[in-house]
């Protein structure tokens, strides 16, 4: 079986869908090849945050990107037509330590100074931020408070974009495992391993960690590798929080979402005893009304992590057409694949800067 288009996307995330959005908003014809039920799938099982605070502290320019999609994400998700549970009110990092407040602080402040003053955040004292958030516990020292942030519903997001993938003319084709991706004359080819084949004349890896065996196929090296996060859910509790934060967020739907896991245990996506508990006391730290809460289900997903937690944004030097797109923030992300990277792929005069992004930075580690 074979299929024409402009761009073969491969991967069904948030990722592929949002570039997906994008190129057909461009009219260009796009096919985009969905994974298997057993694949792991990042898109599925994240924290559903559109995140600024702390990210590019090493490097401005992700710091730059990551805002230009929050500020970006409101028409995002008034064009996508759906209520996607999108709140940007501002988004809280709770410290219980005075010092390690400090240091983070001044981590901010270094990159306030480098990105030119455009960056709004503020530190809450013990005492402004229970003005704010009236329910923290008494071992909460403050926060930092970072206006861009936000958080959204991530499953009624990626329900959305695939549906309007397909309304505006996309074809998404679910239960592909490719297994082969390579150049042919005129354009690119992905084959399944049940036997199917899609042509196209560009091709973009999306992927998530399928890109460590399609990569190099590609002419890409792919230094991608999973991070496991675990995540628990509340039942639904009367209104507790104002704002989210990067480890406790209450839902649009009422339950409180708890998360503050980084393993490295390579593809095993279980959730374990020993890290929820661990994820549950800190959460009653922060909230101790949490103790009385029941759980109703609990997940572990894997993120995709480059060498030093940036994106990948790069077009193969072997097999020009083919493009690499991968990172561990597809959702904060999501608007600037979805009205940015686009131009980029094609090449456009009002394409981004991401050299930045590219696989050269990895060529002597």
Excluded at 36 to 52: C, I, K
Excluded at 63 to 75: D, I, K, L, T, Y
Excluded at 218 to 246: D, H, N, Y
Aim: glycine share 12%; proline share 4%.
């Amino acid at each position: 079986m074979s299929q024409e288009a402009d761009y073969l996307v491969i991967g069904g995330g948030v990722v592929g869908l949002s570039l997906a959005w994008g190129l057909l908003k461009r009219g260009r014809r796009v096919l985009v090849l969905d994974g298997e039920d057993g694949s792991f799938r990042a898109s599925r099982g994240n924290f559903g945050l559109v995140w600024v605070q702390g990210k590019g502290a090493q490097e401005p320019a992700y710091a730059r990107w990551s805002q230009g999609s929050a500020v970006a994400w409101g028409a995002f998700a008034e064009e996508l037509g759906a209520d996607l549970g999108l709140r940007q009110e501002g988004g809280l990092d709770y410290h219980t330590d005075e010092a390690a407040l400090a240091k983070q602080v001044q981590v901010l402040e270094r990159l306030r100074e480098q990105l030119g003053g455009d960056y709004p955040f503020e530190v809450l004292g013990a005492n402004r931020l229970r003005q704010e958030e009236p329910n923290i516990g008494p071992k909460v020292a403050g926060a930092i408070l970072h206006h861009q942030d936000g958080h959204v519903n991530p499953l009624r997001l990626l329900r959305s974009l695939a549906g309007e993938v397909r309304r505006l003319g996309g074809e998404v084709v679910t239960g592909c495992h490719v297994a082969h991706a390579g150049a042919e004359a005129g354009g690119f080819c992905a084959e399944t391993r049940d036997g199917r084949s899609f042509r196209a004349a560009k091709l973009v890896l999306s992927a998530g960690l399928g890109a460590q065996e399609l990569g190099p196929q590609l002419g890409f090296r792919a230094p991608i590798r999973p991070q496991r996060g675990q995540v628990l859910i509340t039942e639904k509790l009367p209104k507790l929080m104002r704002r989210p934060s990067g480890t406790v967020r209450q839902v649009d739907e009422g339950g409180v979402q708890l998360g503050d896991s980084k393993e490295e245990v390579g593809f095993d996506d279980r959730s374990t005893l020993e890290t929820s508990a661990a994820i549950a006391r800190h959460a009653v730290t922060i909230f101790p009304r949490l103790a009385k809460a029941k759980l109703v289900r609990s997940w572990g997903a894997l993120r995709i992590m480059s060498p030093d937690g940036l994106p990948i944004y790069q077009e193969s030097k072997s097999l020009p057409g083919a493009y690499l797109v991968t990172c561990h923030s597809g959702i904060t992300l999501a608007a600037a694949h979805a009205r940015f990277l686009p131009a980029w792929l094609e090449g456009a005069a009002d394409a981004p800067d991401l050299e930045v992004f590219s696989e050269d930075r990895f060529a002597l580690s």
